[in-house]
């Protein structure tokens, strides 16, 4: 009995760290439907319509900004588009890995480092995942890329 719930504690505590991380990975969207799902709240369109209204939001946001990155050709606007994506990520991660560094770290400066440490983990996580659907195209003076076969 002891060891399943130490397995269970494991599992549990191993989910709730993977929703932590990807809520602040995917921050900007998260922002979003929250945002708009409180609007829309407060506004009279209950509990179910809230819901809907800031699910939508939030997966729009998502899917117009990883097709903006995969269908652009401009490296510039395609950094900004990521940037937009990564900040409010690293944001968002200093402030889980400060929260969470509180539980066992006394020190203050620790806690910082650790901070910060989650924050460039969670910002670089943020970028790679939507620069990943960049697709990169070869260079040709001609403008058209011929095919081989």
């Given amino acids: 009995m002891l060891a399943l719930g130490f397995v269970l504690n494991t599992l549990g ?3 709730f760290c993977w929703a932590i991380f990807a ?3 995917n921050a900007l969207p998260f922002f979003v439907a929250l945002s708009i799902g409180m609007t829309a ?5 209950g509990v179910l319509g809230a819901l809907l ?3 939508v939001s939030g997966a729009l946001t998502l899917a117009v900004g990883q097709a903006a990155v995969a269908i652009t050709r401009s490296l510039t ?3 900004a588009i990521a940037t937009a ?5 690293a944001v968002a991660g200093y402030h889980v890995a400060f929260a969470l560094s509180q539980i066992e770290m ?3 400066a620790w806690r910082k480092v650790f901070a910060y440490l989650g924050a460039v983990c969670i910002g670089v996580t943020s970028w790679t995942r939507l620069m990943a659907l ?4 070869p260079f040709e003076p001609g403008g058209a890329v011929e095919n081989p076969s």
Avoid: D, H, K, Y
Avoid at 41 to 45: E, I, L, P, S
Avoid at 85 to 89: D, G, I, L, R, T
């Fill in 13 to 15: 505590i191993g989910l």
């Fill in 23 to 25: 809520l602040a990975v």
């Fill in 41 to 45: 709240f407060q506004n009279g369109a």
């Fill in 53 to 55: 209204i800031g699910t």
């Fill in 77 to 79: 606007l395609r950094i």
């Fill in 85 to 89: 994506f990564a900040v409010p990520a």
């Fill in 106 to 108: 006394p020190s203050q």
């Fill in 134 to 137: 960049a697709e990169t195209r």
